[in-house]
């Protein structure tokens, strides 16, 4: 037989307080914490107390609540919609409740569930859109910690958004037939240019943007968004990228984004691997460009996935330079690229005042030509150097490194797996760094930090790369006592 659906003890509901009076009795900190959270309305706020604390005086002389500075009495319940009873006297607050409902007014005593008629939910205000959370006497803690996870995933844009909607409510029903002409209209209103001007604080663009689309019958059109998926760790996903990839109706994703970023957009998602592992590619940057460029004129919204940054060694100019030529419109969000990935998990400064004021991105393989490029000059004069994907070039790096003129002595840090649970440190010096090339149980990929400033970074949870080092010359040596 089916589970029988829990009941609610508490029903929600949303209680009209524009321009209506709400009692709050009290003087100290319950009675500021609710005048707070009343405040967030569009209330008149009466506060009751003969000797308020000076944080609640402050907040009455700055909100403009009007204040009875008495001993509370029934006759300052009069008129009201709604009351606190917030003295954290148990006595007053017994005198309030009961009051309160021989005048048929709703009532909360804070911190008396007991007493109660209605209980106040965690908050969030994305005006005029509100969410409110009830947890049924698991407790605020839990309610307070909801809160916030709900608050973090909504844009502040969306109370912004709400608004426009609601001014073009009545003209989308006038204009637009039901069914899908309006289902469209409202899902690219939410999910597309309105939205996304209004993402980043351009309302006036928003507004024309909804008139656009109202006065169109045109197909909808499609939108790419180049995302930065962070070096792994799904908590290291920027809001925005979530936001986009809940909105996706395809998430096109390179090999080294881990499942559970991709698992994060829209259930309903086609999701499309396009590979871009070293040295095994499924698709073409071509091949790419050109399904980005049909997914567009196919009317989609597309999540470009890249690991890291797509402006860090993503491609992302060649896919936006098609993109731009094929008149598919995008935007760009980033992502935390492994550098500082790597730094964070050494608690290594990559920047430090006085060692290193300049950084370089860099890969290995830009030391496979005969000239030496520019940044390993900046290596030289003190700059904090990241290589990318360098394991397999590590001697060369190393070597002409020291052949340009930067110590041996100089300090490196490596991480494999940056930012997630599995991640391996080393440190060691660039003397050391060749190591890595005959370590094949580094699988993952592998970022190398060079510099003085690495010396600063925190070498607890790492192992030394002179140990491999030593190791790898021990058995070179014993292969060349058996020959």
Same mark, same amino acid.
């Given at each position: 037989?089916?589970?029988?659906?829990?009941?609610?003890?508490?029903?929600?509901?949303?209680?009209?307080?524009?321009?209506?009076?709400?009692?709050?009795?009290?003087?100290?900190?319950?009675?500021?914490?609710?005048?707070?959270?009343?405040?967030?309305?569009?209330?008149?706020?009466?506060?009751?107390?003969?000797?308020?604390?000076?944080?609640?005086?402050?907040?009455?002389?700055?909100?403009?609540?009007? *204040?009875?500075?008495?001993?509370? #009495?029934?006759? +300052?319940?009069?008129?009201?919609?709604?009351?606190?009873?917030?003295?954290?006297?148990?006595?007053?607050?017994?005198?309030?409740?009961?009051?309160?409902?021989?005048?048929?007014?709703?009532?909360?005593?804070?911190?008396?569930?007991?007493?109660?008629?209605?209980?106040?939910?965690?908050?969030?205000?994305?005006?005029?859109?509100?969410?409110?959370?009830?947890?049924?006497?698991?407790?605020?803690?839990?309610?307070?910690?909801?809160?916030?996870?709900?608050?973090?995933?909504?844009?502040?844009?969306?109370?912004?958004?709400?608004?426009?909607?609601?001014?073009?409510?009545?003209?989308?029903?006038?204009?637009?037939?039901?069914?899908?002409?309006?289902?469209?209209?409202?899902?690219?209103?939410?999910?597309?240019?309105?939205?996304?001007?209004?993402?980043?604080?351009?309302?006036?663009?928003? #507004?024309?943007?909804?008139?656009?689309?109202?006065?169109?019958?045109?197909?909808?059109?499609? #939108?790419?968004?180049?995302?930065?998926?962070?070096?792994?760790?799904?908590?290291?996903?920027?809001?925005?990228? +979530?936001?986009?990839?809940?909105?996706?109706?395809?998430?096109?994703?390179?090999?080294?984004?881990?499942?559970?970023?991709?698992?994060?957009?829209?259930?309903?998602?086609?999701?499309?691997?396009?590979?871009?592992?070293?040295?095994? +590619?499924?698709?073409?940057?071509?091949?790419?460009?050109?399904?980005?460029?049909?997914?567009?004129?196919?009317?989609?919204?597309?999540?470009?996935?890249?690991?890291?940054?797509?402006?860090?060694?993503?491609?992302?100019?060649?896919?936006?330079?098609?993109?731009?030529?094929?008149?598919?419109?995008?935007?760009?969000?980033?992502?935390?690229?492994?550098?500082?990935?790597?730094?964070?998990?050494?608690?290594?400064?990559?920047?430090?005042?006085?060692?290193?004021?300049?950084?370089?991105?860099?890969?290995? #393989?830009?030391?496979?030509?005969?000239?030496?490029?520019?940044?390993?000059?900046?290596?030289?004069?003190?700059?904090?150097?990241?290589?990318?994907?360098?394991?397999?070039?590590?001697?060369?790096?190393?070597?002409?490194?020291?052949?340009?003129?930067?110590?041996?002595?100089?300090?490196?840090?490596?991480?494999?797996?940056?930012?997630?649970?599995?991640?391996?440190?080393? +440190?060691?010096?660039?003397?050391?760094?060749?190591?890595?090339?005959?370590?094949?149980?580094?699988?993952?990929?592998?970022?190398?930090?060079?510099?003085?400033?690495?010396?600063?970074?925190?070498?607890?949870?790492?192992?030394?790369?002179?140990? *491999?080092?030593?190791?790898?010359?021990?058995?070179?040596?014993?292969?060349?006592?058996?020959?």
């Amino acid at each position: 037989m089916p589970l029988a659906t829990p009941k609610l003890n508490a029903f929600p509901v949303f209680l009209r307080v524009e321009g209506e009076a709400v009692a709050i009795v009290g003087g100290g900190e319950q009675a500021l914490a609710k005048a707070r959270l009343l405040g967030q309305s569009s209330a008149v706020l009466r506060i009751i107390a003969d000797a308020p604390e000076a944080e609640l005086l402050s907040f009455i002389t700055a909100t403009g609540a009007t *204040h009875i500075a008495a001993a509370y #009495h029934a006759a +300052h319940l009069e008129g009201v919609v709604m009351v606190f009873a917030a003295s954290g006297d148990e006595a007053l607050d017994l005198r309030v409740v009961a009051d309160a409902r021989r005048l048929g007014i709703p009532v909360n005593a804070v911190d008396r569930p007991e007493l109660c008629d209605f209980f106040t939910p965690a908050l969030v205000n994305r005006a005029p859109v509100a969410i409110a959370i009830g947890t049924e006497g698991a407790g605020p803690v839990l309610a307070q910690m909801l809160r916030t996870r709900i608050d973090r995933m909504l844009s502040p844009s969306l109370g912004p958004l709400a608004a426009l909607a609601a001014s073009f409510r009545g003209t989308a029903e006038k204009l637009l037939p039901k069914g899908n002409a309006r289902r469209r209209f409202w899902s690219d209103f939410f999910g597309g240019a309105p939205a996304r001007a209004m993402e980043v604080g351009e309302p006036a663009r928003a #507004h024309d943007a909804a008139v656009g689309l109202l006065a169109s019958n045109a197909p909808v059109s499609g #939108h790419i968004a180049l995302v930065g998926a962070g070096p792994g760790a799904e908590d290291l996903l920027t809001l925005r990228a +979530h936001r986009l990839l809940m909105e996706a109706d395809v998430i096109v994703y390179d090999a080294l984004v881990p499942e559970a970023i991709v698992a994060m957009g829209r259930r309903d998602a086609e999701r499309l691997p396009v590979g871009k592992r070293k040295g095994c +590619h499924t698709k073409s940057q071509a091949e790419i460009n050109a399904l980005l460029i049909e997914l567009g004129r196919d009317g989609k919204r597309v999540v470009r996935l890249k690991s890291g940054d797509p402006l860090v060694f993503g491609r992302a100019g060649e896919e936006m330079a098609a993109l731009r030529d094929a008149g598919i419109a995008y935007e760009v969000v980033p992502g935390v690229t492994a550098a500082f990935a790597a730094a964070a998990d050494f608690e290594l400064p990559l920047t430090l005042r006085g060692v290193s004021s300049s950084m370089v991105f860099t890969t290995g #393989h830009d030391l496979k030509g005969n000239s030496l490029p520019d940044w390993a000059k900046l290596a030289i004069s003190g700059a904090t150097v990241a290589v990318y994907m360098g394991r397999s070039v590590a001697a060369e790096v190393a070597g002409r490194l020291i052949e340009a003129g930067l110590s041996p002595d100089t300090a490196v840090a490596v991480v494999e797996n940056a930012s997630l649970a599995q991640r391996r440190r080393f +440190h060691g010096t660039l003397a050391d760094l060749p190591s890595l090339e005959a370590r094949a149980d580094l699988s993952g990929p592998v970022m190398t930090i060079i510099g003085d400033a690495v010396a600063g970074a925190n070498f607890e949870r790492s192992e030394p790369l002179a140990v *491999h080092r030593h190791e790898g010359a021990a058995q070179a040596a014993a292969e060349g006592v058996e020959q």
